[in-house]
C-alpha cells in the first residue's frame, strides 16, 4: 500500500510532465522511515527481485527509459530531475537518475542457504568479520557473485546496513547472492564445520599459501577488518589460515582485494 501523502499528491516532484517551478524534493513518508536504493544496477536488479518489497521510485526520463516499461510495470513512476534525487540522498551519491525506496531484504537462515543444490560444484561461504565499510562489503558482494559463491555471512551488530551506498557497491549482487545476518560468527563457523566446510581464516600471517591451506571440498573463507584484521576468537574455530604472498613493500591489500584474488585463487584449484 502507498503512504497516505503520495494518494493525496499525484503531480510529479520535477522532470518532463512536471509543474513549472523549480524542481522541488518529493515528500518523506511520515509512516516508514525511507530505505533508499540508488543507481541503475541495484535499482534494477531490487524491481526485479520479487523477495524486495518496493514502495516508490524517483526516476528521471532517461533512467526510465533504460530500466524499460517492463522493468516498470509492478510499481507507479514518479518522473524528477537529477537534483531533486539527490536531495533525497546522502551526498556524494551517484544515483544515475534512479532513486527506489523499498524495505530491506527479508533475513536469510544459513541452514536454508545450504541445502541449496549446487550441481555438485564445490560450495564457497565468505565470512566477513566486522567488516563496516559499505563499498567494501559491497565490492565483495559483487565478487562473490562472479565467483558463485554460496553465500556471504556477517555478524548483524557489526556488519554495515542494507543501504543505498552497499547497495550501489555490490552492483545487483545484494539482490542474487545470499546475505547472512548471524548472532555469532564463532558459532556460524561450527555450523559450517558440521556441514562438511574446511574453514581458512585468510590473513597476513598465514600459515600456508592458499593453495596449500584449501582442499578439494567446500570452503568456509573468513575475512577480517583492514584495521584489526579477525578476531582471536573467530580464528581458533578455523582449520586453516593463508597468506596471499604479496611484496613486502606493500603492508597489506584492500580486503574486497584480497577477497578477489582468493576466489580466483579457490576456484582455479
Same mark, same amino acid.
Given at each position: ?13 520535477? *522532470?518532463? *510532465? ?24 541495484? #535499482? ?11 514502495? =516508490?521510485?524517483?526516476?528521471?526520463a532517461r533512467a526510465a527509459e533504460i530500466l524499460g516499461d517492463k522493468l516498470l510495470a509492478r510499481i507507479r513512476v514518479e518522473p524528477a530531475d ?55 562489503? *559491497? ?40 546475505? #547472512? ?18 574453514? #581458512?581464516?585468510?590473513?597476513? +600471517? ?9 582442499? +578439494? ?17 573467530? =580464528? ?10 604479496i611484496d613486502k613493500a606493500i603492508e597489506s591489500l584492500n580486503v574486497s582485494n584480497a577477497a578477489a584474488i582468493a576466489l580466483y585463487e579457490i576456484?582455479?584449484?
Open positions: 500500500m502507498r503512504p497516505k501523502d503520495f494518494r493525496k499528491d499525484r503531480r510529479p516532484p520535477s *522532470g518532463r *510532465g512536471a509543474h513549472s517551478g523549480p524542481a522541488r524534493t518529493p515528500h518523506r513518508s511520515p509512516e516508514r522511515a525511507e530505505n533508499w536504493l540508488y543507481g541503475l544496477h541495484a #535499482v534494477q536488479a531490487a524491481l526485479a527481485n520479487p523477495r524486495r518489497k518496493s514502495h =516508490r521510485i524517483l526516476l528521471t537529477a537534483e531533486a534525487i539527490s536531495r533525497l540522498l546522502p551526498p556524494g551519491a551517484v544515483h544515475q537518475g534512479a532513486a527506489l525506496s523499498c524495505d530491506p531484504l527479508p533475513g536469510r537462515d544459513l541452514d536454508d542457504v545450504l541445502k541449496v543444490e549446487t550441481g555438485g560444484r564445490r560450495r564457497i561461504v565468505l565470512v566477513l568479520d566486522q567488516l563496516s565499510d559499505p563499498h567494501n562489503v *559491497g565490492a565483495i558482494l559483487r565478487t562473490a557473485a562472479a565467483f558463485g559463491v554460496t553465500a556471504v555471512v556477517v555478524q548483524d551488530r557489526h556488519a554495515p546496513p542494507q543501504s543505498g551506498a552497499l547497495a550501489k557497491a555490490a552492483s545487483g549482487a545484494l539482490e542474487t547472492l545470499p546475505y #547472512v545476518e548471524v548472532v555469532n560468527i564463532a558459532r556460524a563457523l561450527d555450523r559450517l564445520a558440521e556441514a562438511g566446510f574446511w574453514r #581458512v581464516a585468510l590473513a597476513s +600471517d598465514g600459515e600456508q599459501t592458499l593453495a596449500q591451506a584449501t582442499s +578439494d571440498g567446500d570452503i568456509a573463507l573468513v575475512l577480517g577488518s583492514e584495521g584489526d584484521g579477525i578476531r582471536r576468537l573467530v =580464528r581458533e574455530h578455523c582449520d586453516s589460515s593463508a597468506a596471499i604472498p576456484r582455479r584449484s
